[in-house]
């Protein structure tokens, strides 16, 4: 058994290590070709099959039903905050952007660059520790479309359920949390997502969206920057990243063989019950940051009653090997991220090492 590190990484994130050994025995002479992937084509038959079968795996794992493109693009989530009101959002329309945290936040300020956005709600008033209710949601029907964040990656709160927007495109960016639990694929127009928190290292980007939404992209957008051009050559109109394609294949595979979204659920409430009980029985000595009903499930943020107090937590925590649990820069305090590919293991190791520190400082 290979010694790991108890990796509670943000972003790039835990893999599944059967994964890494999978890689591992293919990296050098990848099923009998004898080369790597990453020395082919990517228009060879090996690579095909790769790109073919990972967009297959989605539809498969995320119920993706009829008259939905799959695209595998570069420029990670933070290119789509530009490439969708490029595409999604003409002149004389608005864009509504749901206020959720500092991701949410990156995505409107993006859109305001290429046309008219507003906020339609905002939880900033109660330093997004919430999800704004959905009474709170204003949707117009004229909207070009609604922006939401599904899980706030650095505040650690997540939305339960979703706007029903009508008519208005739902968009949403999953970057932190898909595939972490099942959702309705058809209530959105556009998902997407970095790969590196729970889908497979850097370096690629999901989009899945309407095939509708693709058809007319603007004529002065640049040919990389329409969606339309990806959707026509399958994600093979330039040199994709392909190793990170196939990493993704592997973790694709590795969802499925666990038991899919469903199950991924289950565990990932199984795993974050865990760090939240000790939280909540800690009589005040952890502090949970999310109100309790947004909590996320994949990104567990708390407090100790002092600074000095947190980083000791992180020093010690780190001597014995755990590592990730400090907060975000922009935020401080503490966060466990408990991904897909994170153990039960090590998730219990952390809320054993709590205890613990409890013990000795409290
Ligand atoms: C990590 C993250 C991003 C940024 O992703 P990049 O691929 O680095 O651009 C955007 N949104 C959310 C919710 C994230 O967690």
Redesign the pocket.
């Known amino acids: 058994m290979e010694k790991r590190a108890y990796n509670f990484n943000a972003?790039p994130a835990a893999l599944p290590l059967e994964v890494l050994q999978q890689a591992r025995e293919e990296l050098v002479n990848y099923r009998g070709i004898g080369m790597s992937l990453m020395e082919v084509s990517h228009r060879s038959k090996e690579y095909e099959q790769v790109n073919d079968e990972t967009q297959q795996l989605f539809r498969e794992l995320m119920g993706i039903p009829e008259g939905y493109h799959v695209l595998l693009l570069q420029g990670?989530?933070?290119?789509q905050f530009s490439m969708i009101p490029m595409n999604l959002l003409p002149p004389g329309k608005t864009a509504g952007y749901v206020m959720t945290g500092s991701?949410a936040e990156k995505a409107y300020k993006e859109a305001k660059l290429i046309g008219e956005a507003q906020i339609v709600a905002s939880s900033e008033a109660d330093n997004f520790a919430k999800i704004p209710s959905l009474k709170e949601i204003s949707i117009h029907p004229d909207l070009a479309y609604l922006h939401i964040?599904s899980?706030?990656?650095i505040g650690g709160i997540q939305f339960q359920q979703f706007p029903d927007t009508g008519n208005v495109p739902l968009v949403a960016?999953m970057?932190?949390d898909i595939l972490s639990r099942p959702i309705d694929v058809s209530s959105f127009a556009l998902i997407y997502a970095?790969a590196?928190?729970n889908l497979g290292p850097?370096g690629v980007?999901v989009v899945i969206v309407r095939n509708e939404l693709v058809q007319d992209s603007p004529k002065h957008l640049p040919t990389m920057f329409r969606y339309s051009t990806h959707a026509a050559n399958q994600s093979l109109y330039n040199t994709p990243p392909v190793y990170s394609v196939y990493m993704m294949n592997l973790v694709l595979k590795w969802v499925r063989d666990q038991g899919g979204a469903i199950e991924m659920e289950r565990r990932n409430r199984e795993k974050t019950k865990l760090i939240y009980d000790m939280i909540d029985q800690s009589g005040g000595f952890y502090r949970g940051v999310a109100h309790p009903e947004d909590r996320s499930q994949m990104n567990v943020t708390f407090r100790l009653n002092d600074e000095e107090l947190e980083k000791q937590f992180v020093k010690e925590s780190s001597a014995q090997g755990f590592v990730g649990l400090k907060g975000h820069r922009s935020v401080g305090g503490l966060r466990a991220s408990t991904y897909n590919a994170v153990p039960y293991d090590s998730c219990k190791a952390l809320a054993e090492f709590m205890g613990d520190f409890q013990k000795r400082n409290g």
């Open positions: 972003g990670g989530a933070s290119t991701w964040t899980n706030e990656t960016d970057s932190s970095g590196q928190k850097s980007t």
